[in-house]
Every structure is written in structure tokens, then in C-alpha cells.
């Protein structure tokens, strides 16, 4: 930590991991925090509790201060003062707020302290951090506090606002259909995002994240590219893994381009061949993915692109970090260039086919993907039971379902404390897709077996008809 300051109107404790101009931070994340307490009761750090939304990179800042660290197992980032074991951790029932520059690096973090944390003897051993709060800072002055994330709208001058793109008549577009295909785990739904630049679909370091295909629309001038973000190819146990595997299959004969995507930091395997082979059959043309080139190989020093390669015929080959945002624009104008012509299918600023609705269940599924172990958060289906849209919050209930009631035990955890931790992340991502604040209010049910029942699945919203 480089300095904090503390807003006495709000309370807001301000920790700085670098000199800021206004305005630098211009993206905000959300995330549960606790106070790191000495055995006097003072503020000696915060722990936030990250998600998989936050990578290494991204902490490079935070985690330049030598006292800090992070928990890589528990996604527990520790800002801390000094080399001390806290005397107490207190969790705060406000959320804390990350700030982000362009270049998604966290900057600094805003802790919203309950009055009784604000008194002197509470801020005593952050003292010799502490700078003056000013929201009205000079240029060169120091650190300032984190101004509001930029909303694009207020950076464009009424001149530029009014002023409309040229008309491109239809016949004069080009669209198509483009398929992220490959096996569980490669990173398919985390490219569809970074190609976005919008969460549309949920990422988690578990395989079989996605379960049905998810469409993400990018309209640039003259083009329109649906991309479909498929669930991973594997070998099905249960029958909502084979409607997975079959909903994957079908996206294959309709793409104009296929992404064939692997994770070039492990050798292919069968699964890998399989799923080569069955795009080398389909009519589109085919580019061959290699994602994840940020990460070191399994075998020190080996090359693993010689062997991907073999698996087919690709007109392409491209190397991509879908986590750094590596090889995008060059992976883009491949695709762009293969582009059949044609009419925009969807209106031109929509984003997905996916509702708000589905997208909150979405994401407190990722929340438990992230948080539960093992088999527990893959026998987990969300249901919106009520969606309220009320004057200054929407009220969203929700049941999560499980197979078992040894799940359900798990899943709602020691007096309520795993459940809500999956409820507060799983609000901040809901929130902050929606732009207001969220209530919700989290149930569990237990529905033996689910995964294998038709009549469960089809209830549930995973039967084929509706994604065809
Ligand atoms: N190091 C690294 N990790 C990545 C990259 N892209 C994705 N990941 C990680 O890989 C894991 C899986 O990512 P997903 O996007 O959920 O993978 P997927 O292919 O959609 O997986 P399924 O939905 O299960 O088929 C997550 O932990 C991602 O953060 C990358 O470029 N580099
Ligand atoms: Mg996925």
C-alpha cells in the first residue's frame, strides 16, 4: 500500500497502490472485504475475497507492497501494513469496491467503514499512510481519490453524439455464424468475453463451466460476427452432459468459421484428436486456436504447436491469451476475412442472446463453481423464481438446486456462511450488470438426481429444442 485516505463525509477508507490523477480508474469490480484487526482493535489491512474474475496480472500493483499477499486457494487477497498475523478478522457488510485502470490493473481499493471503524484509535496504525481526502485535486499534488468510473456517454461531446455513422445499405454487409468449439477448460467462454469485451458467459477454472451455447453479437461498421461459445466436447456420465456434448456438436455444421481452440501449454490429448476430427468434417472454415500462451508448459521447454498442428488441416493458425487480451485483433481480422456476406441477423446493439435473467442465474452458478468443491457445484441448477423491479432496487429471489442433501449441506455451509458468500459475489456481478442495486435472496432445494431426470432437465430449461 502506498497511501489511504479516508472520506469523513461517507467513510470511505481510500487504499492506494499507486500516485493517481483523477480520473485514472476507470472500471470498478466488487468483492467482500474484511478488516484486519491487531489485539488493540486497530486496522492493520483488508482481506478481500476475490473471484476468477481477477487474474495474477491484474493484482501486479497490489501485490508490489512486500506486506501483501494473496491466498491463491481462497482467492484472498491480504493488504497489509506490516508482516502481522491479524488478532481479529472482521468481515464488513459493504462490499468493497476495486478500481481498475484501462489496462484492468486494480489501482487501489475503497473500503466503506461503519462509524465505529472510523475513530481515531481504529485508524491509529494506518497514520503513517494517510493523506489528506480531496475530491478537487491539483495536478501533480499527490494521490487523489478515485473518481467514478467513466461512463463512455459523458466522454462524447454533443458534436460527436449527433453525429451518425454513414448508412451501410444490407447488401453491403457481411455476417455469419463463428463457433468456439474445443474441450472443457480451454478457455472458449473466457475468449467470447475478451472478444466482447462484456461478461457474457461464466468462466470458472472447473471444466464443463458452460452447459448451453451462448451467442455473443460484435457489430462493427459493415459486419455483424456471432460468435458461439460452446459447452466443452467431453465424454458424457449423466444425460445433461450428453445434451452439452450434443448442443456443442449441432453449432458445427451451421458456423461459417470455426475456432478450433486448445490450451497450448499441454500436450493434446484424446479428447483434443476427437474433437479435431469432427470440425474437419464440418463445411466452415477452420481456424486452428492456440489459447492460454501466457502460461509456462507443462514440460519446461516444450513445444506443443507441432502436435496441435497435425491434428487437421487449418487455414490458420493463431496464438492467443484470451486472459491478457494476447492475439485478439489479429485472431479478429481472421475471422472478419472469412465472413460471408449478408444482412445484420440481430439488432445492431444487442450483445447476446441471453436475458438479464439468465445471466444473474449464470453468475451466481459461477460463484459456486468458484467457491465449492468437487462434484457439488456441478450437480447445481439456478432457477429466478421472482424478479421485481422496485423504485431503487430490483429484488431478485433465486433457488439453487442440488442433487443431494449432503450438497445441500455443503453449499449452504456453517450458519449460513458459504451460501452467503456465493449470494454477496454473486450480487456484486448482478449489480453491476445492471447498473442498481440488487437484493437477492438465495434458496436451496434438493431435486434428486436432476442431471439424469428428462422431466427435471426440461423444467430447468436444458432441453435441445431451445437452443436450436
Ligand atoms: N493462463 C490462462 N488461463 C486462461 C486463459 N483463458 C482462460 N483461462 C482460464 O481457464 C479456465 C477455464 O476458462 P473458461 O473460459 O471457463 O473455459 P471454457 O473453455 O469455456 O470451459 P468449459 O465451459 O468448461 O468448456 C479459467 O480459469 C480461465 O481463467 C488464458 O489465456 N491464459
Ligand atoms: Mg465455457
Not at 241 to 265: H, W, Y
Request: net charge negative; charged share 25%; hydrophobic share 40%.
Amino acid at each position: 500500500m502506498k497511501y489511504c485516505s479516508l472520506d469523513p463525509d461517507v467513510g470511505t477508507l481510500y487504499l492506494y497502490f499507486t500516485d493517481l490523477t483523477a480520473g485514472e480508474a476507470t472500471v470498478v469490480m466488487e468483492y467482500p472485504a474484511h478488516l484486519l484487526l491487531d489485539a488493540q482493535g486497530a486496522i492493520i489491512g483488508c482481506r478481500i475475497d476475490l473471484d476468477d474474475d481477477v487474474i495474477l496480472s491484474q493484482l501486479e500493483l497490489a501485490l508490489e507492497g512486500s506486506h501483501n499477499w494473496l491466498d491463491g486457494e481462497h482467492g484472498h487477497l491480504y493488504i497489509r501494513i506490516a508482516d502481522e498475523e491479524p488478532a481479529e478478522v472482521v468481515k464488513l457488510d459493504e462490499i468493497a469496491v476495486l478500481d481498475l485502470d484501462d489496462d484492468d490493473l486494480v489501482l487501489g481499493i475503497e473500503l466503506l467503514l461503519p462509524d465505529e471503524w472510523r475513530a481515531p484509535e481504529r485508524l491509529a496504525r494506518l497514520t503513517p499512510w494517510m493523506v489528506p481526502f480531496d475530491d478537487e485535486p491539483v495536478d501533480g499534488e499527490g494521490p487523489v481519490v478515485f473518481g467514478p468510473p467513466l461512463n463512455p456517454s459523458d466522454e462524447t461531446t454533443d458534436e460527436v453524439a449527433t453525429e451518425t455513422a454513414p448508412e451501410i445499405p444490407p447488401e453491403q454487409w457481411r455476417s455469419g455464424f463463428v463457433a468456439l468449439v474445443g474441450k472443457p477448460n480451454v478457455g472458449k467462454s473466457t475468449l467470447l468475453n475478451a472478444l466482447l469485451g462484456e461478461k457474457v458467459a461464466i468462466v470458472s477454472p472447473r471444466p464443463q463451466t458452460t452447459r448451453v451455447p451462448v451467442r455473443g453479437i460484435l457489430t462493427r461498421p459493415g459486419e455483424q460476427i456471432i460468435f458461439i461459445d460452446t459447452p466443452g466436447i467431453h465424454e458424457p456420465d449423466h444425460r445433461l452432459g450428453k445434451l452439452m456434448v450434443e448442443l456443442a456438436e449441432r453449432t458445427l455444421p451451421n458456423a461459417d468459421v470455426i475456432c478450433f481452440m486448445v490450451d497450448i501449454s499441454q500436450p493434446p490429448s484424446r479428447l483434443d484428436r476427437m474433437i479435431a476430427q469432427q470440425v474437419q468434417r464440418a463445411r466452415g472454415h477452420k481456424l486452428l486456436v492456440l489459447n492460454k500462451v501466457d502460461q509456462k508448459p507443462l514440460q519446461p521447454g516444450a513445444n506443443y504447436l507441432p502436435a496441435y498442428r497435425e491434428l487437421g488441416q487449418w487455414e490458420m493458425e493463431i496464438a492467443i491469451s484470451a486472459r491478457r487480451r494476447l492475439g485478439l485483433a489479429a485472431l479478429l481480422s481472421e475471422i472478419s476475412a472469412r465472413l460471408p456476406a449478408g444482412p445484420p441477423l440481430y439488432p445492431l446493439d444487442q450483445i447476446t442472446d441471453q436475458s438479464e435473467q439468465q445471466l444473474a442465474a449464470e453468475f451466481v452458478r459461477e460463484k459456486a463453481l468458484f467457491y465449492l468443491q468437487q462434484e457439488v457445484p456441478h450437480a447445481i441448477a439456478v432457477e429466478v423464481e421472482e424478479w421485481l423491479e422496485k423504485e431503487t432496487a430490483t429484488y431478485i429471489r433465486m433457488t439453487i438446486n442440488v442433487e443431494k442433501e449432503s450438497q445441500k449441506g455443503i453449499l449452504i455451509g456453517a450458519g449460513g456462511s458459504m451460501l452467503k458468500k456465493i449470494g454477496s459475489a454473486a450480487r456484486a456481478s448482478i449489480e453491476r450488470m445492471l447498473g442498481r442495486t440488487v437484493y437477492l435472496d438465495l434458496w436451496v432445494k434438493v431435486r434428486p438426481n436432476w442431471r439424469d431426470d428428462p422431466g427435471a432437465l426440461g423444467w430447468l430449461g436444458y432441453r435441445a429444442k431451445n437452443f436450436l
